[in-house]
């Protein structure tokens, strides 16, 4: 079984970021920033984890106010460098764990926690920020990330107790997957700051130094704490150290913490934690126990004939071709499509396979392969099909045959207001 290794909580200020870039190494003023990284550094090379789950929050690059969640997880294979306005750094893509991950997922939405997932999404400095300092990665990074973003941005936002909550939710799942890993948990953001308003450049340290004790003797009493109080103490986006509650959640209840810093260079203290377990506590209910209940949900469906869940995995495997489909949204993508589908396949890296099932219009191959039917209806409707097209060939009927099966003989499709793609659509008919 995987095995948690131990905790880290790490400021993700792009302060960080920036002085490794400068290569401020050696002036008086960040010093302090590589010094005191320096246990974490040697922690994490000594440890070797294969596996970092890292919880941050997106700063509104790739997570907007148009689709906001309250919990994010990280379920693809890359995952690239965000561009932030100035450029994206000139790091290497981050690697997933994408069957880690879709363990995590279902361990965590079987103890009623709601989660969206995202694959192929830029990540910005509350990810690569102190990540670039941490490990080396001139070529490649040396251990695979699970990235799960938390909505502290917009309230309202998960609470502390909530927090912690799914952390300890999270300690069952990692060990209970069946693989030989080594998972080190990372919880980011805070301490004390506020980056808004007439309250702007707020800190309190005192509070920095009791948050971070409690944390490692009593992280219950800290998760009563509302999202307000922890604003008056801490400022308003100091509120992010809930995500450090996660991470202690997800650690044993007796931890010691083996190294501890914290420098005040300007906004945002940089400080940084190491905790180990020192207890192992038992779970009450049993392993085959909590895998019945995790894999209660889809039990016996893969004895439905010809019915092909959309599951993570599915959605990892076939992300490339549904992206592209999905893209036919895109008046310039569509135009492109028909006008030179091959060039729009290279642009995209399909594999041969991908492309022959496109060419072909093979709905059927295209779901056993893993795209999602509302793709192939996108499909449809960009080349002038049917829906009931679409469904005859995937019963492997012809039109004229499925449609006896149906209470009335009709066409349609999802063309919109593009009428050269409704030939099909005759006056009676």
């Not at 209970?176 to 953001?189: H, I």
């Not at 209940?293 to 549904?322: C, M, W």
């Not at 993508?333 to 091959?342: G, T, V």
Request: hydrophobic residues 40%.
């Amino acid at each position: 079984m995987a095995t948690i290794v131990g905790g880290i909580a790490t400021s993700h200020t792009p302060t960080i970021g920036f002085a490794l870039d400068a290569k401020k190494q050696n002036d008086p003023v960040w010093a302090p920033i590589f010094k005191g990284y320096e246990p974490v550094v040697n922690w994490l090379k000594d440890k070797a984890p294969d596996v970092i789950f890292y919880i941050f929050n997106d700063h509104m690059t790739s997570f907007f106010m148009d689709h906001y969640s309250h919990f994010a997880l990280g379920v693809g294979e890359n995952f690239p460098v965000a561009d932030e306005g100035g450029g994206a750094r000139n790091l290497p893509p981050l690697k997933g764990h994408p069957a880690l991950a879709e363990h995590i997922a279902k361990c965590l939405v079987a103890d009623e926690f709601d989660l969206s997932f995202f694959q192929e999404k830029g990540l910005d400095h509350g990810c690569y920020s102190p990540l670039s300092l941490l490990l080396p990665h001139e070529k490649e990074w040396p251990v695979k990330v699970i990235p799960f973003q938390v909505g502290v941005l917009m309230a309202p936002s998960p609470s502390a107790k909530r927090c912690y909550k799914l952390g300890k939710a999270l300690r069952r799942a990692i060990q209970s997957y069946p693989g030989n890993l080594k998972v080190v948990v990372a919880g980011t953001g805070g301490l004390s700051h506020q980056v808004h308003g007439e309250r702007c450049g707020f800190n309190n340290t005192p509070w920095d130094m009791e948050f971070m004790d409690r944390l490692g003797t009593d992280p219950e009493g800290l998760t009563d704490i509302t999202i307000a109080e922890l604003a008056k103490l801490g400022g308003m986006e100091g509120a992010e150290v809930v995500m450090w509650l996660m991470m202690r959640g997800a650690l044993s209840e007796k931890v010691e913490k083996i190294h501890q810093t914290y420098y005040l260079p300007s906004m945002t203290p940089i400080a940084s934690l190491i905790f180990e377990e020192r207890s192992n506590e038992k779970p009450a209910e049993s392993d085959a126990a909590y895998m019945e209940r995790v894999d209660h949900q889809l039990k016996g469906i893969e004895k439905l004939e010809g019915t092909y869940p959309f599951t993570l995995g599915r959605s990892v495997k076939a992300f490339r071709l549904n992206d592209f489909l999905h893209r036919l949204i895109e008046p310039k993508h569509r135009e492109y499509f028909l006008n030179n589908q091959e060039a729009c396949f290279n642009d995209f890296a399909l594999t041969d396979e991908e492309k022959d099932m496109v060419r072909r219009r093979d709905w059927r191959a295209m779901i056993h392969y893993g795209v999602i039917f509302f793709m192939l209806e996108k499909l449809g409707a960009v080349v002038g099909t049917t829906n009931l097209h679409i469904y005859s060939a995937m019963k492997g009927m012809s039109l004229e045959d499925f449609q006896k099966t149906r209470n009335a003989q009709v066409l349609y499709s999802v063309a919109g207001k593009d009428e050269s793609k409704k030939t099909w659509d005759k006056p009676g008919k």
